[in-house]
């Protein structure tokens, strides 16, 4: 008998990305760079109903400049509303605009805008190019510059989703103004992780300056916020760079501050913001490493102090042993079989704690305690709300 025959196809994609920052999204600047994405395509913009009324008169503005009419679609995303429901009604309206292999997608809003916005482009005729405008701290140098796109899927957080780079990333300081507190606040946390990672210089930035940047929007002081910016966003796509797809390893340090907070989110029906979520699981990851040796306790406090200065939450009442058990169950089945929780050992760089089996559930109680402490002592002085 003949032997049966060996067929193969090797399938590669590469691709490459740029973030570019502009200080004129909605003129003459944003205009050039928007003609280079989007001339001679159809087009349809995504949105929310807050960016749509502050900002969409002006992004028609440019995009008529270009000779550009793209049907628009303004949508409710909130977090409980990033659902694959919501992702086909972007699909239906691509339908509705008519658009083809070489149409394009603009996701001009926050992460939630830029989440479904990525997905629903990875689905439309198999992939179409997207870009993304991102209007909030968070989406400008976290969830709008990676190449993911995610939505929840009953009680799991961002369960359903695909690696989908963008097109290309505009990043424009001013659409932050507008911004409340709390989510200026949101996107001082992931900064604050990237820092704790892999960036002192961007660390002793967020002490010095922190509370100044959130306060003015990242209008003063000047320098700082260009800098803060520049090195967060720099600091996540060289992170990124290293494993894109995550098919190189299950190891990622930007994980940091996102082992815990998932779980939390889902918990608490999403009552408890992104950003929120993830100073808190920052936190309590920086004291369960203190315990086991890794981080000086020094180091630890000089965290902690930073995102209290910020006016983070440190913890919250659903933040349990059990809620932690959960949520180490849960990431161990994402990352591959090994838990891999991010632990600084400095500030500026980390480690990983590849299995649940080496932590102590006294030590995992023992974190929660601490940050409880943290935040009572830190209400009592009137250093967080």
Not at 107 to 131: E, P, W
Request: with cysteine.
């Amino acid at each position: 008998m003949a032997s049966a025959a060996s067929l193969a196809l090797a399938a590669t994609k590469s691709r490459r990305y740029e973030v570019r920052l502009t200080d004129g999204l909605l003129g003459l600047p944003g205009a050039e760079l928007l003609r280079g994405a989007l001339e001679g395509r159809r087009v349809l913009v995504c949105t929310t109903p807050t960016v749509d009324r502050l900002y969409g008169a002006g992004l028609r503005r440019v995009l008529a400049g270009l000779g550009l009419r793209p049907a628009w679609l303004v949508l409710e995303c909130p977090e409980p509303a990033k659902t694959m429901e919501t992702a086909l009604r972007i699909c239906a309206a691509a339908v509705e605009a008519r658009l083809d292999r070489k149409g394009a997608l603009v996701a001009f809003g926050g992460g939630a805008c830029s989440d479904l916005t990525t997905v629903a482009a990875g689905m439309i005729r198999r992939g179409v190019a997207h870009i993304r405008l991102p209007t909030t701290l968070i989406g400008q140098i976290d969830a709008g510059i990676g190449l993911k796109g995610a939505v929840n899927f009953g009680p799991a957080k961002n369960y359903l989703g695909c690696f989908n780079p963008p097109d290309g990333v505009l990043v424009d300081p001013a659409l932050l103004r507008s911004l409340p507190d709390a989510a200026m606040r949101q996107g001082m946390a992931e900064i604050a992780k990237i820092a704790c990672i892999r960036d002192p210089a961007l660390f002793g930035l967020l002490q010095e300056e922190g509370t100044r940047l959130v306060a003015t929007r990242f209008r003063e002081p000047a320098e700082a916020a260009r800098q803060v910016l520049e090195r967060a966003i720099r600091g996540m796509l060289e992170e990124l760079e290293q494993n894109p797809f995550e098919d190189r390893s299950h190891e990622r340090a930007v994980d940091f501050g996102h082992t815990v907070s998932p779980t939390l989110e889902a918990v608490t029906g999403y009552r408890l913001h992104h950003g929120y979520a993830v100073a808190v699981d920052v936190a309590f990851s920086c004291a369960l490493g203190a315990l086991l040796g890794l981080l000086p306790e020094d180091a630890a406090e000089e965290i902690l102090s930073l995102l209290l200065e910020l006016d983070l939450p440190v913890t919250d009442p659903l933040l349990t042993p059990d809620l932690v058990a959960e949520a180490f169950e849960s990431v161990t089945l994402h990352r591959g079989g090994a838990l891999n929780l991010v632990v600084p050992t400095r500030i500026g760089a980390c480690t990983f704690v590849k299995r649940t089996s080496d932590i102590p559930p006294a030590a995992v109680a023992e974190a929660i305690r601490r940050v409880n402490a943290a935040a009572a002592r830190a209400r009592t002085s009137g250093l967080a709300a």
